[in-house]
């Protein structure tokens, strides 16, 4: 028998630490004992609303306390979390309301007039924070309150389906990975405490918002697995509201992305920023350039752990350890995990040549639902094939080359178009890039959208100088052809490149 709330929240109590923090956020501490009671109330909330073992739960909610109480909740019962960003559009809304097939929504006032429009007929909504509730809406803070908070965990076991996470959605819609109750303690047990060495001292803050499954479990399953704490706060996220809760919570573990790295090194004030209570901070989400890598221990002081994961294997499977880096490489195979680069053929390429990688390992997702095509090009038992351009090097050391779909052939030679903004971003005007091929003549040639740093105009002088920092690192048929300089490059709700709506700029 195994039940994930009853391992990550209700052990702690068993195991006398009830009255240390699990949770902190910007209206106060929640202890283990008080998340434990929540989680329980919310249970029986979620089953008089008709939540059902084996049945999805829907959270369209902001982070805080009642994220991460109703998340439990619904593992706690049984039920299947499935989770989305809080500031998508209806149509958003209602592609997820019909693919999930959730009969319970947890809702809050970010998302409650959006679901409203995307329609909710049928559906019940739990609302934390509403007022002017519409039928089949319920106040949840009413409900709960008057809820018992004794709950016995459902008698669940580590092979029943109890996570749904997300792929992005930048090739396509986004499609449901459908994981086991297995999955997340193994992560746990094969990064979390194996790579990052998780202990009950760390206090671990995320960049990215928890409906990510990279940013939730290292935030609020992981350190709960152990006795830490994470942060949760429901504001967007910006450098200077991460500086502000790593100044007042002191944080040991910063979650983050690149994006947001290049951000807070560009911040006026990155160079005062006091960022000694970290012991490391994670990169993943997105490919992390080496001059970024660079910059940012040289700025803040603060080791980057780089590593790649994927909804498709839960989580993170190739990383770098604690103390033994190499920039530009997302490092070594994560303990429980083997990889291979592999060709057309599915034979492993030598060392220091370019493959697809494949991933096998007990966190590998049983399933695309719903997509029985995808699933079986994807899926082979214990193993995905990824679809990324991964080399590996004779110390095991795998080193990143971008998407198979995303390569673009210039000059009758393939071009991956992460090594060209790897390049560009090591230049000191330039904030973000992102690269697309366009035609000319029936000729594809690759295009650099670059955002400047702030206190930089675009103009042709600066593009000419970065089409000469190119051409003097890479290869000319890499040089891009033109600059255009944009305030922003279009995204994914995980704060990904959108290759796709890049490719349509394009």
Not at 290 to 316: P, Q
């Amino acid at each position: 028998m195994f039940n994930v709330a009853d391992h990550f929240v209700d052990r702690n109590l068993e195991l006398g630490r009830g009255d240390r923090v699990a949770l902190f956020t910007p209206r106060g501490a929640t202890t283990y004992s008080e998340l434990a009671a929540l989680c329980n109330r919310i249970g029986n909330v979620l089953l008089g609303l008709g939540a059902r073992r084996g049945e999805r739960v829907l959270l369209a909610l902001s982070d805080g306390v009642e994220f991460v109480a109703t998340w439990y909740a619904a593992q706690k019962i049984g039920a299947v979390t499935a989770e989305v960003y809080t500031f998508l559009q209806p149509k958003d809304y209602r592609y997820f309301l019909d693919y999930t097939g959730a009969n319970v929504v947890v809702a809050d006032p970010v998302t409650l007039g959006q679901l409203r429009e995307a329609g909710t007929e049928g559906r019940q909504l739990l609302v934390v924070g509403g007022n002017d509730l519409r039928d089949n809406e319920h106040d949840f803070a009413a409900l709960v309150a008057e809820a018992s908070d004794a709950l016995d965990p459902a008698p669940t076991t580590r092979d029943d389906i109890a996570i749904w996470k997300f792929t992005t959605g930048s090739t396509g819609a986004p499609k449901a990975c459908v994981h086991t109750a297995a999955s997340p303690i193994t992560s746990h047990e094969s990064y979390g405490l194996g790579v990052l060495g998780i202990s009950q001292d760390d206090i671990v803050l995320p960049v990215p918002k928890l409906f990510f499954g990279y940013a939730r479990d290292l935030t609020a399953l992981y350190p709960f697995g152990v006795g830490g704490a994470g942060i949760a706060f429901p504001e967007r996220t910006t450098a200077d509201r991460i500086f502000e809760l790593i100044a007042r919570f002191r944080p040991t573990i910063l979650v983050n992305v690149p994006t947001m790295m290049s951000a807070m090194l560009a911040h006026s004030d990155a160079s005062t920023q006091d960022l000694g209570s970290l012991r490391l901070c994670t990169s993943a989400g997105e490919a992390l350039p080496a001059e970024l890598h660079r910059r940012w221990e040289e700025t803040f002081g603060v080791e980057v752990v780089d590593g790649i994961g994927s909804s498709e294997a839960y989580h993170i499977y190739i990383s770098n350890r604690p103390g033994a880096a190499r920039q530009g490489s997302c490092g070594q195979v994560v303990p429980g995990y083997t990889a291979r680069v592999v060709d057309d053929d599915g034979a492993e390429v030598p060392d220091g040549e370019v493959g697809t990688l494949e991933v096998t390992g007990g966190t590998v997702a049983l399933e695309y639902f719903g997509d029985e095509e995808k699933s079986a090009a994807t899926y082979r038992g214990d193993t995905v094939h990824t679809g990324d351009l991964f080399s590996r090097d004779t110390d095991g050391f795998f080193y990143y080359h971008g998407r198979a779909d995303d390569l673009l052939k210039s000059g009758g030679i393939w071009v991956a178009p992460s090594e060209i903004e790897h390049c560009l971003i090591g230049h000191d005007d330039v904030l973000e890039c992102g690269v697309a091929g366009f035609e000319v003549d029936g000729l594809v040639r690759p295009r650099a959208y670059v955002v400047p740093r702030e206190g930089v105009a675009g103009s042709p002088e600066l593009a000419a100088a970065l089409r000469e920092y190119v051409r003097a690192r890479l290869a000319g048929h890499k040089c891009p052809q033109e600059i255009v300089f944009v305030t922003s490059l279009p995204r994914t709700t995980n704060g990904k490149l959108d290759r796709r709506a890049l490719r349509a700029m394009a």
